[in-house]
């Protein structure tokens, strides 16, 4: 049942009001260091970008000589200048924001000690950016939407950023088909390379509309239409309003940084066309054999016929390859050595090219293999009957793995032991009751090593010898 509130119960009611306004403002504060946080995250993404997008101009601007540069070096100072227009009248009202009475530079900076030290530090107190009346006072002459001067200045630079920026783009286009057509005319040529560079913006483009929409009147929460300024920023505290126009001068840079680098990719890929590229197969090995699962595969390369390597060094197992054992022809280094022993080779080095924009080399890494297998020249021919080890005697021996290196074989028994000698291998049959030995020889092949079955031998005694006398009589 309701009545007249008694004096405590006011009293209840009012501690009540303290208690919630109390919560309310500790939350608003940490919202309001949070969003300092974001401001301060922002401005060091700008830096960023901001030195990203210089050295793509400084790069621009030191090939304009060059052909394939002129028509970018002719337009990119515009939208720097659309840019840099744009981010510094906001810088303007932001610098408007955080000015002191006095005139401080930011009234926000608070010095501070810190505990337990002898340390002073300089912090933002952005828990006390919560007034919105700095930025309400700047921007409009009423709630009512109203704007003062800056205001319409704010509003028509926001509305015109994108535009601005896309006929800058679209005259690059236009520039670079009219540039074509002029070649195709005059001597029926695309242009010195044969190759015009196609360049794409849509996805800039894209972004522009994204981040810089515009609509003139914009539902709010509560469903209530409201002017696209003072939805954005009527009312808000100072550090909202700071980090919102933090987040369009960003906006501003991202787009400026994308764009120069879709202009640097568009002509440093010139002529990279489906038509330029071939099939090529990668093995993860030099050699297979029936027991091997191919794992070779099928990959799209380009083979460029006028590509010349300004510096060559190429190494076979280590040792460098002079310049009379290779040649450059048609994009290709080709070798022309003379390889006399068997084996898996290593064929490692770099090709380099000087960079057309720093004039830096570039390297490529060469890491291939080589199998070198002799040719024959004769037939082996054995009988099962002739495959006898001696006991007692170092047997001569020879030992071969096809495509294998000699100096990487070793051969092995559990009734014999091998030696090497000058011209291969000796065999000694060390077991008195054994009748046969099985061989077994490995070496190393595609860079593994590999056993082989190198065959079943008898093992004999050695043949009697037998003397003879000859002479003129007889005995």
Known sequence: MAGKLDTRQKMINMMYLVFIAMLALNIGKEVLATLGVLNDDLESSIVELEASSQASYQQIESNSGSADYEIAASNVLEIKKEADSF?????????????????????????????????????????????????????????????????????????????????????????????????????????????????????????????????????????????????????????????????????????????????????QGKGLNFSTFQTLLETSKPVYYTTDVVDAAIVMGKKDEGFKPDKVELFLNGKPLTKNEYFIENGKVVLKKRIGSPGTYDLTGTLSKKNADTQELVSIPVNQKLVIIREPNSAVVSADNMKVFYRGLRNPTSISIPGVAANTIVPSSSNAKFSKTKDGWAAQPTNARAKEMKVSVSGILNGKRKNFDGGTFRILPPPPGKGSVSGMGKV
């Open 87 to 267: 981010y510094d009248f906001l810088q303007t009202i932001k610098d408007s924001l955080i000015v002191g009475d006095e005139g401080e530079v930011n009234k926000y900076l608070k010095e501070i000690n810190v505990k337990g030290t002898d340390s002073v530090i300089t912090v933002t107190s952005y828990q006390e950016m919560d007034k919105s009346l700095v930025l309400d006072d700047i921007l409009f002459e009423s709630s009512d939407g109203d704007l003062k001067p800056i205001g319409e200045t704010f509003l028509s630079k926001f509305k015109n950023f994108p535009s601005n920026i896309n006929k800058i783009l679209d005259v690059i286009v236009f520039m670079e088909e009219e540039a074509k057509i002029a070649k195709t005319a005059l001597d029926g040529s695309k242009d010195e390379d044969g190759v015009q560079i196609e360049y794409d913006f849509d996805s800039s483009k894209n972004d522009l509309r994204n981040r810089f929409s515009y609509s003139d009147k914009i539902i709010n929460s509560e469903g209530t239409s409201q002017d696209f300024l003072i939805y954005n920023f009527y009312g808000f505290p100072v550090i909202a309003s700071l980090a919102k126009l933090t987040k369009m001068q960003s906006d501003i840079r991202y787009i400026e940084n994308k764009v120069l680098n879709e202009i640097l990719s568009s002509i």
